[in-house]
């Protein structure tokens, strides 16, 4: 049998607003700094933005528990 599988409205698509560069287009731009610049982008800027996002801890101290108990155990 053969899945039924539809295709997501494609009125709505986030990464509709997200254009992606070939490396080519990079390296003719003079490589990723060169690019990153004519983009309105810098390291420093870049920098910045995530220092002043929040904090962000991927785990719970109970799931690093878990998780080093785990990889005890499987050494």
Not at 1 to 20: E, Q, V, W, Y
Request: a negative charge; zero cysteines; charged letters at 30%.
């Amino acid at each position: 049998m053969k899945a039924d599988i539809k295709l997501p409205n494609t009125s709505f698509n986030i990464f509709r607003t997200h254009k992606s560069y070939s490396a080519e287009e990079i390296l003719a731009a003079g490589g990723a700094d060169a690019f990153g610049e004519k983009n309105g982008n810098n390291n420093e800027r870049i920098i910045q933005a995530l220092q002043d996002g929040p904090a962000i801890e991927p785990f719970t101290k109970e799931e690093w528990e878990d998780l080093l108990r785990q990889l005890e155990a499987t050494k």
